[in-house]
């Protein structure tokens, strides 16, 4: 609804050519109707409606538009169950993308891990004397180089022995 008031607080252009005032046609307190009609611009709040209001300088009127207080809430309320929807469906985004990079995080983690579990078993092995026990080689980097050098590491071990046992065999056979 929207209505002028003229400088002297009458209403102007309603259906009843009767003088009505402010006061008698809108349910305001009189410190809203002297806003009201203040030559200013502002917005009155009241448990019922919003009034926004303007002055028109050349006519000397206030230009008054009201807006039920449950038509505006709607809105605000259409605009919180918005606001609420793009919340909830960021949250739920947001865990999403956290659980997939938690889930590739562990993959990534677990594909280095793995490796290295298994070669510390093979030293495990190797170290309780199973010296034909080879160490395999899962994937081809630093792991994998790491399998190859305890491998090779383990063959000299044993060349070594060898060796230390023939060199033995042979002392032996010269003392006998």
């Known amino acids: 609804n929207s209505f002028a008031i003229e400088g002297n607080g009458i ?15 809108l349910n305001l307190k009189e410190e809203e109707i002297a806003q009201l009609t203040s030559g200013k611009v502002g917005i009155i709040e009241t ?6 209001y303007a002055p028109v300088q050349r006519a000397g009127w206030t230009l ?18 918005s606001y609420h929807a ?17 889930y590739f995080s562990n993959r990534i983690a677990k594909s280095i891990t793995h490796p290295v579990e298994l070669l510390v078993d093979d030293m495990q092995i190797i170290a309780n004397g199973d010296l ?14 790491m399998a190859d050098r305890l491998n090779a ?6 060349g070594t022995i060898h060796d230390m046992i023939s060199e033995h065999n042979r002392a032996e056979e010269m003392q006998a």
């Open 11 to 25: 209403i102007i252009n309603i259906d009843s050519e009767e003088a009505v005032p402010v006061r008698d046609y």
């Open 47 to 52: 448990n019922d409606a919003f009034y926004a």
């Open 64 to 81: 008054c538009a009201t807006v039920p207080r449950t038509e505006l809430m709607k809105q605000v309320s259409s605009l919180e169950e």
């Open 86 to 102: 793009a919340m909830i469906t960021f949250l739920l985004i947001t865990v999403i993308l956290l659980a997939i990079g938690i």
């Open 132 to 145: 034909e026990h080879k160490a395999e080689r899962y994937h081809n980097d630093e792991i994998g180089d």
């Open 153 to 158: 590491m383990v063959d000299r071990l044993k």
